[in-house]
C-alpha cells in the first residue's frame, strides 16, 4: 500500500510503499478517505512529542475512512507503526464513530482533532455547566477558533478570546467571542485587562499556549478583587506554542481557588475522547461549526507539509 513515511525526525515524510497491516483480536481494517495535519502530527512527526515513535512509521493519529460494509467511520489511535496517513489501517473497534452523512470527509477530518481539544476540556476534564464563562487563551488558530463556537454551543454566558494578532478580531467576534484582546505579555495593559475580565468574573481558561501568557494569566488571577465570591478558576493546559515552561508562584495557588489540569493524550481515556469526537460530530451541522481546510493528496505530503496557512491541511488517500 501507499503511505506517508517518517524516515527520519529532520525531514517531511516522504510518499512511499509500505506493508499493509492486518487487523489483530478485536481491530478493525479501515480504508482511510481523509487525514489531517495537525500540529500534535508534527509534532509526533519530529520526535518533540512525549509519546514517541522510532522511525520508520507513518503519521497520524485519526482520520476518516470507510468499513468493509461501506459505512463511513471517524476513527483514531491506529496501531502503530501504520498512521493515518495510508491507504490502509488496524483500529481498535472501540475507537470508531460512525459519521453523520452530512459531513464531509475532508470537514470531518479536519475538525475532529481541534474540536474534540476543547470539547473534552470542558466536558471531561473540568465539568463546565452552562451559563459559566470562558476566556481562550491563542484563540487564533484551527483550534482557538473551534473553541470559541463549542464553548457558547455548550452554553457559555460569555466567551473572552485572547491572541497575538489583531486582524483576527472580526472574525472571533464573528464566530461567537463577545470580546477580543491581544496577549502582548511585554505590555503592562495585558495584565490589567485580564485582572478586568477576572473581576467581571471568568471560570475557565482554556489554554493553548503555555509560556509567558499563561504566567501572566496567573497573574491576574491572583490579582483580582473578586477572589471571594469566585473561588474557582479551572485553567486547562491544551497547547504550548508560547513555551513548554513557567514560573509558578506557590502563593497564586494558596491564595485563590486555582485549579490547574491539563487535557490530551494521556490524561484523558481513549473512552473519553471518542465521546467527545461522537458528540462534536452530531453537532457540526446543526450548530453550523467551521473550520478553514484545504485538501492535497497524499502524494504531495513531502511538499505540503512544512507549508505555512492558516487553513487545516488535509491530506486525501
Known sequence: MKAAIVESYDHPPRFRDFDKPTPRQGEILVKVKAAALSQLVRIQ???????????????????????KDGSRVYFAFPRAPVGS????????????????DEIDD???????NPGMSSWAALTERVGFKEGESVLINGATGASGRLAIQIAKHLGASRVIAAGRNPKHEEDLLALGADQYFLTDTSDSRFLKELQQ????????????????????????????TKRATQPRVRFVNLGSLAGTEISLSAGALRSTGLELVGAGLGSLTNAALMRSIKNLMAAVVPEDLRIKATAYPLSSVESEWNKKTDERIVFQI
Open 45 to 67: 512527526a519530529a520526535g518533540k512529542h512525549y509519546i514517541r515513535t522510532p522511525p520508520p512509521f507513518i503519521p497520524g493519529v485519526d482520520g476518516v475512512g470507510e468499513l
Open 85 to 100: 496517513m495510508a491507504d490502509y489501517v488496524c483500529v481498535d473497534s472501540n475507537n470508531i464513530v460512525q459519521l453523520p
Open 106 to 112: 475532508v470537514t470531518a477530518a479536519a475538525i475532529a
Open 197 to 224: 475580565q477576572f473581576d467581571i468574573g471568568i471560570d475557565v481558561v482554556l489554554d493553548y499556549l503555555w509560556g509567558s501568557p499563561a504566567e501572566t494569566i496567573i497573574k491576574a488571577v491572583a490579582g483580582t
